[in-house]
């Protein structure tokens, strides 16, 4: 582990000490109702998959104020420190765990844009994607999926993928984010899968409401 990722987990820990603890299974439990009810009120599992991934979204441009006042952290100078900062302290601050991360080798379609490049040094270099692995997750503890909604594509906790993906658009990231496999749907692992697609301009982020 490198010495700025060393100082991150450390980041991380501090700040989880110092949290108030919501009750972990009715957290839990509470998450689980709330899938339920998008199942029966959509009956389309690729849609509560989107109903998640907004839900998480709007939550991620609000949180991210809340993390940045609670860890003091400044502008990070890579996509690379953004994904430390990520697997490290927010999700250790926000929900205990600190997945795995990783950076797959440069492919084709990974090419950044911005429109200002010419005249701008604000580019994030490589890598600009990274996986993250889960050896838990608190959303699903409790659950278990049943076989229509394994076949249906369900994404559980597609709500993760709208929270990273609400936060780094307000500090002008535009991000795709989803999930490559989840233990729950039969998998080995729990994966998300992160890519930057452009840096933003100064503007509100699109409104997902």
Known sequence: MSAGAKQYKAIGDDIWKRTDKVNAELFTLTYGALVVQLIKDYEDYGEVNKQLEKMGYNMGTRLIEDFLARTGLQRCQSFAETAEVISKV????????????????????????????????????????????????????????????????????????????????????????????????????????????????????????
Request: glycine letters at 4%; proline letters at 8%; a negative charge.
């Open 90 to 209: 927010a999700f250790r601050t926000f929900l205990g765990i600190s997945p795995t991360l990783s950076f797959p080798p440069p492919s084709s379609s990974s090419t950044i844009t911005n429109p200002a490049q010419q005249n701008s040094n604000t580019n994030l270099p490589q890598p600009n994607e990274f996986i993250l692995t889960f050896d838990e997750n608190p959303l699903s503890e409790f659950a278990e999926l049943p076989r229509d909604a394994r076949e249906g594509g369900l994404w559980f906790s597609n709500v993760l993928c709208g929270v990273i993906r609400g936060s780094l658009e307000m500090i002008q990231m535009q991000v795709e984010t989803r999930f490559l496999s989840d233990v729950l749907r039969g998998d080995d692992t729990t994966e998300i899968y992160v890519r930057l697609i452009r840096l933003l301009e100064e503007e509100q982020p699109e409104n997902d409401e």
